[in-house]
């Protein structure tokens, strides 16, 4: 019997709110983190969009100066993320080399990057900071973790674009079954609101342009939907062998029951139109999890809200779920939260934990007109969920053709 | 042409910026390493910064050298001339 997993801490930086209760107000009424940008960027790169979805509470506000200066924004949520979620699971103390970090990102320090490319361009190779390494690398966000709360098992960084932050929960339950630590720092970090990767999304057709009407941009499953909004932060849960957990007699939000990764091998960026990844990813997860389809009371869908990506979810769904897909309450809060890339998996995973926990189901909003070929069950007004035995699942995907999912399961 | 003392002052500016010591912490006879805990990292990137505003150049083989605040104030104002 494979030791199971459960979860004992949120932490989250996002559109929607700073911290977890935050968030979790704003995803129960119902609000959009996307707006306007003013940045002089904008109207100088004539970028085809000109709205996103930033952290509703700036990292300057919740670093010291000292360490934000040495840290790529995406770096900073992740911080300031496992921060609050180490906080709130009461771990005093902990065996340091038993406890791991898995925290994802899509694209790591940009921000970085591309700065000091243009001091590079502009003032010269002398002018490029010395943190300029630690600071770009993709793995700066697990590292910075790690240092910051003395993670000593190891500090993992999975990468697989939008499907990263799942895929992050995924490993994590790895370590803690395979015996390799107790406690493990699981989430994900983007910070991508910078111009090139506004104008590659663009190029590529897959950012709204809804400009004169950001917070109506992100509308998933909706029959005018044209692409998603994007989004920045960071979320992070603390995963724990449940004995661990037991023996100081935490707090248990819920079980990590199961999870599985699994590749299209169809498209580089298209997803396949039957779902077939993405259907054995759930197939597997719910396996993994020993949770049948008529188990699932919830879904926080990937939904992105882009023309072609939003129904093979729903193929997908209805083949391993079956008839039983039409009885699930299906939550899409990248309609609020816009799509944090590489973040997205973890803060949902935050989400349908506290949907599990309080049995509430988010809203998803903008949903007008439901595409006709999605007939799933939207949740519009947060729903509670059914009390006794549950599970959840929270899916996401990833250009590369990645398909992730976790079950959760009440404790 | 700064003096001494505003090279000083200068300095004490980029450290706090840079490691957020206080300003009068940065006095002349304080090692960078053993007083202030700068790591290599952080001289390089005070180098960096201090060359700009007092607009001189500290070789990297130099770097080794300055020891103490007042080592750097000494070559920053040598430099200058």
């Known amino acids: 019997m494979a030791r199971k997993v459960v979860i004992t801490g949120l932490g989250a930086t996002t559109p929607i709110g700073g911290d977890v209760p935050t968030m979790w107000r704003n995803a129960l009424k119902g609000v959009s983190g996307a707006h306007t940008l003013t940045d002089d960027w904008v109207a100088k790169y004539e970028l085809p969009v000109h709205f996103a979805a930033r952290v509703s509470t700036p990292a300057s506000e919740v670093l010291t100066r000292v360490e934000a200066k040495r840290l790529d924004p995406s770096s900073q949520f992740a911080v300031i993320a496992a921060r609050e979620a180490w906080k709130d699971s009461g771990i005093t103390e902990v065996d340091h080399d038993r406890f791991a970090v898995a925290f994802a990102t899509g694209i790591g320090g940009v921000w970085t990057l591309l700065d000091a490319w243009d001091t590079l361009r502009e003032k010269g190779p002398r002018r490029v900071l010395p943190m300029t390494v630690p600071m770009l690398m993709p793995n700066g966000a697990a590292a910075a973790v790690s240092l910051d709360l003395g993670a000593r098992a190891g500090a993992h960084t999975p990468v697989s674009a939008c499907a990263s932050g799942t895929e992050a929960l995924h490993q994590g339950l790895e370590l803690i079954r395979s015996g390799k630590a107790d406690v493990v720092m699981a989430g994900g970090a983007e910070a991508a609101i910078h111009p090139l990767p506004l104008a590659a999304f663009s190029s590529m057709q897959a950012l709204s342009r809804r400009n004169d009407d950001p917070e109506h941009a992100s509308r998933p499953y909706d029959r005018d939907r044209d692409g998603f909004v994007m989004g920045e932060g960071a979320g992070a849960l603390v995963l724990e062998a449940e004995e661990h957990a037991l023996a100081r007699r935490a707090r248990i939000y819920g079980e990590l029951a199961g999870t599985s990764v699994t590749a299209d091998a169809y498209h580089i960026t298209a997803p396949d139109p039957e779902g077939l990844g993405a259907t054995r990813a759930l197939k597997a997860a719910l396996f993994d999890a020993r949770a049948q389809p008529e188990d699932v009371a919830h879904v926080n869908a990937h939904a992105t809200s882009t023309p072609v990506g939003d129904r093979p979810e729903y193929t997908a769904l209805r083949a391993a779920l079956g008839d039983h897909v039409q009885n699930v309450p299906v939550s899409a809060t990248k309609s609020q939260t816009g799509h944090l890339l590489g973040a997205s998996g973890a803060v949902e995973a935050v989400m349908t934990v506290l949907a599990v926990y309080e049995r509430k189901a988010p809203a998803t909003i903008n949903l007008e007109n439901q595409d006709p070929e999605i007939p799933l069950d939207i949740v519009t007004t947060a729903r509670d969920l059914p009390s006794g035995d549950i599970v959840a699942l929270s899916n996401s995907f990833g250009f590369g053709g990645h398909n992730a999912v976790v079950v959760i399961r009440n404790h | ?81």
């Open chain 2, 1 to 81: 042409m700064a003096s001494n003392e505003e090279i000083l002052a200068g300095l004490a500016e980029i450290v706090n910026e840079e490691t957020g010591l206080a300003p009068e912490a940065v006095e002349l006879d304080k090692s960078f390493t053993d007083d202030l805990d700068i790591d290599s990292i952080s001289m390089m990137t005070i180098v960096v910064n201090a060359e700009e505003k007092f607009g001189v150049r500290i070789p990297d083989e130099e770097v080794k050298n300055l020891k103490t605040v007042g080592d750097a104030v000494t070559y920053i104002s040598g430099a200058q001339a």
